[in-house]
């Protein structure tokens, strides 16, 4: 194993959930036993507004920020990655190395979307191009193209979350 591989396994194991980010694929299949052995009511989750639930991994670190869902070559529609940031800002996201379509979902401090950038294709050469909020977000949420329109995470919907430390930081206002 590569220092570089050996560095990306220990991130990914000081995770929340280690779901196979940047291991080689001889050893991706620990990582999705880990989730697939791991029951519901542990994982983090969302729940959209029109009920439907995605269960999620967390991106924290700065490093797991840049790495994202890069190189996967398939999200399921009940899944997803949240980005969560310590301050309000204006976060800047872009698909290199990405394999599959996104929809990008900005959200506030309550868990109410800001913005979307739905169907998000891989880049395919660089410069790739950058997605940005329209307003300040405190996290994003990644999940697969097509979710957005299928769910209703249109700007000011509520997304409601669960086993998703410090966040959350406040309920929606009405």
Same mark, same amino acid.
């Given at each position: 194993?590569?220092?570089?591989?050996?560095?990306?396994?220990? %991130?990914?194991?000081?995770?929340?959930?280690?779901?196979?980010?940047?291991?080689?694929?001889?050893?991706? +299949?620990?990582?999705?036993?880990?989730?697939?052995?791991?029951?519901?009511?542990?994982?983090?989750t969302a729940t959209l507004p029109?009920?439907?639930?995605?269960?999620?991994?967390?991106?924290?670190?700065?490093?797991?920020?840049? =790495?994202?869902?890069? #190189?996967?070559? #398939?999200? +399921?529609? &009940?899944?997803?990655?949240? #980005?969560? #940031? =310590?301050?309000?800002?204006?976060?800047? !996201?872009?698909? =290199?190395?990405?394999?599959?379509?996104? &929809?990008? %979902?900005?959200? &506030? &401090?309550?868990?109410?979307?800001?913005?979307? *950038?739905?169907?998000?294709?891989?880049?395919?050469?660089?410069?790739?191009?950058?997605?940005?909020?329209?307003?300040? +977000?405190?996290?994003?949420?990644?999940? *697969? *193209?097509?979710?957005? =329109?299928?769910?209703?995470?249109?700007?000011?919907?509520?997304?409601? !979350? *669960?086993?998703?430390?410090?966040?959350p930081l406040a309920p929606p206002?009405?």
């Amino acid at each position: 194993m590569t220092a570089r591989w050996m560095l990306i396994t220990a %991130i990914c194991t000081l995770t929340l959930i280690p779901a196979g980010c940047g291991t080689p694929p001889a050893e991706r +299949s620990h990582h999705r036993t880990a989730i697939r052995d791991t029951p519901l009511e542990h994982l983090p989750t969302a729940t959209l507004p029109d009920g439907a639930r995605i269960t999620l991994e967390l991106a924290i670190t700065p490093e797991e920020h840049q =790495k994202g869902l890069m #190189f996967r070559p #398939f999200l +399921s529609h &009940d899944r997803g990655m949240l #980005f969560l #940031f =310590k301050t309000d800002g204006i976060p800047s !996201f872009w698909m =290199k190395n990405t394999l599959i379509p996104l &929809d990008i %979902i900005f959200l &506030d &401090d309550a868990g109410r979307v800001v913005s979307a *950038a739905v169907d998000v294709p891989p880049c395919a050469a660089e410069p790739c191009p950058l997605y940005r909020p329209t307003g300040p +977000s405190r996290a994003v949420l990644e999940v *697969a *193209a097509g979710t957005a =329109k299928a769910h209703g995470l249109v700007p000011g919907a509520i997304i409601t !979350f *669960a086993r998703v430390p410090e966040y959350p930081l406040a309920p929606p206002a009405p």
